[in-house]
């Protein structure tokens, strides 16, 4: 079994930025994928972006440029920061541990609000 808990959300002016970190506790494969997804009201849970163990990362175009995730393997910690914050940044964001052959698990959700 697996535990993810998110930290580091909260409300920040337009153009302001926020960390994210996400811990997880359990047992951890090399082949496990990490990453943050965000849920706004009334919208789809979207990606946001992931990371490899081996660093490999992906992001939606909306963050490309303004967020970069990274990956501390000995912590089992992932870390998203977000910079350029808009408007449209606002929503609950959750921490997502991803491997092919089981379903994912998902962290209790951080919300960032950001004020225009």
């Known amino acids: 079994q697996v535990q993810l808990v998110e930290s580091g959300g909260g409300l920040v002016q337009s153009g302001g930025s926020l960390r994210l970190s996400c811990a997880a506790s359990?047992?951890?494969?090399?082949?496990?994928?990490m990453g943050w997804y965000r849920q706004a009201p009334g919208k789809q849970r979207e990606l946001v972006a992931s990371?490899?163990?081996?660093?490999?990362?992906n992001y939606a175009d909306s963050v490309k440029g303004r967020f970069t995730i990274s990956r501390d393997n000995a912590k089992n910690t992932v870390y998203l920061q977000m910079n350029s914050l808009e408007p449209l940044d606002t929503a609950v964001y959750y921490c997502?541990?991803?491997?092919?052959?089981?379903?994912?698990?998902w962290g209790q959700g951080t919300q960032v609000t950001v004020s225009a």
């Open positions: 997502n541990l991803h491997r092919t052959w089981a379903p994912d698990f």
């Open positions: 359990g047992v951890i494969f090399r082949t496990d994928r």
């Open positions: 990371i490899t163990t081996g660093g490999s990362t």
